[in-house]
């Protein structure tokens, strides 16, 4: 069965550091989403694309984050510089069209900010 | 986007139906009902969606109210792998907005 791909797992890194994480979604599937999970709470979207082009990123900080999927493929999240309060689970998804059909989760990049 | 209430944890035996509530009072006309659940350490696993009528699939039964304004969730056998935090979302503006669900365990 088909999955989404995410690397690395696991990240820590000191504050004030440049960290990036790669997610390759399901092959076919135009939409792809990341997500924030901080512990003990629900997902939160990020930014979501629609092939390459960003459709929404509204709750991404633009100062300090940054997203790309340029072939409309795979996608990159980064972030320069590292806070503290950027310890959490990022989690890529993935979905065949944009509206009202299912999201195909990634395991996720778990990352620990010192 | 709708705002959904769950209740923060629930229990239940193993081998019986575990039966999430979720209430949407405030839902739209063309707003879906989904459901996904998370287990420990892992991304959230798509279960089922539904507009008006109930749904059924491998996985579960979903229960919308002819009002729409709540809906159940449905494991018909639970199993210990079922523990697992359930969210309910109300899917408008094309995206997923993810409340705090429900603990659910399952206990053997």
């Known amino acids: 069965e088909a999955e989404v791909a995410q690397s690395p797992r696991y990240k820590i890194t000191e504050k004030s550091q440049a960290v990036a994480f790669w997610c390759d979604p399901i092959s076919g599937h135009a939409t792809l989403y990341w997500y924030r999970q901080i512990l003990g709470q629900g997902p939160e979207l990020l930014v979501q694309f629609q092939d390459e082009s960003v459709v929404d990123d509204s709750q991404l900080p633009k100062d300090r984050f940054s997203a790309e999927r340029l072939k409309g493929v795979d996608s990159t999240l980064k972030i320069q510089p590292a806070e503290l309060g950027d310890s959490a689970m990022y989690l890529c998804?993935?979905?065949?069209?944009?509206?009202?059909?299912?999201?195909?989760f990634g395991p996720g990049t778990r990352l620990t900010v010192l | 986007d709708a705002k959904t209430t769950q209740p923060p944890s629930m229990d239940c035996a193993e081998g019986r139906a575990a039966n999430l509530p979720c209430n949407h009072s405030t839902i739209s006309g063309n707003e879906y009902v989904y459901w996904y659940r998370q287990i420990h350490s892992q991304g959230p696993q798509y279960i089922i969606h539904g507009l008006k009528n109930n749904e059924t699939n491998e996985m579960a039964s979903l229960i919308i109210t002819e009002d729409r304004k709540s809906s159940t969730l449905i494991l018909p056998h639970a199993t210990l792998r079922d523990t697992a935090v359930y969210y309910c979302i109300v899917q408008g503006a094309q995206k997923l907005v993810f409340g705090q669900g429900t603990r659910l365990t399952i206990n053997p």
């Open positions: 998804a993935s979905s065949l069209i944009r509206s009202y059909n299912e999201q195909f």
